[in-house]
Nanobody, 123 residues
Framework: QVQLVESGGGLVQAGGSLRLSCAAS????????MGWFRQAPGKEREFVAAVSWSGSSPYYANSVKGRFTISRDNANNTRYLQMNSLKPEDTAVYYC????????????????WGQGTQVTVSS
């Protein structure tokens, strides 16, 4: 089992930045791919970014490419989502998720989920 806890959400004005953290505990966090997803009110949960266990070849949704950066600190079992140039349409609950094996962008492929953290971007 892998337990995930997100933090770092909050209220920010458009154009601002936030950094989300995802702390992992439990079973070894070795070869676990990690993803970030988000769900806005009335919408389905959608892919935001993902990275392999090695941290190479990150993937991003087109809507966040160039603004968001996913990274991982394996020594501290923590993953990050740096969000810059935030827009009101980025408002959502953000979830981190983990899966064994290779990185994918499909929500259904992820086995472990955090509780989510709210990000609100005001215009």
């Amino acid at each position: 089992q892998v337990q995930l806890v997100e933090s770092g959400g909050g209220l920010v004005q458009a154009g601002g930045s936030l950094r989300l953290s995802c702390a992992a505990s439990g079973r070894t966090f070795g070869r676990v791919a990690m993803g970030w997803f988000r769900q806005a009110p009335g919408k389905e949960r959608e892919f935001v970014a993902a990275v392999s266990w090695s941290g190479s070849s990150p993937y991003y949704a087109n809507s966040v490419k160039g603004r968001f950066t996913i990274s991982r600190d394996n020594a501290n079992n923590t993953r990050y989502l740096q969000m810059n140039s935030l827009k009101p349409e980025d408002t959502a609950v953000y979830y981190c998720a983990a899966k064994w094996g290779g990185v994918t962008t499909a929500l259904g492929d992820y086995d472990y989920w955090g509780q989510g953290t709210q990000v609100t971007v005001s215009s």
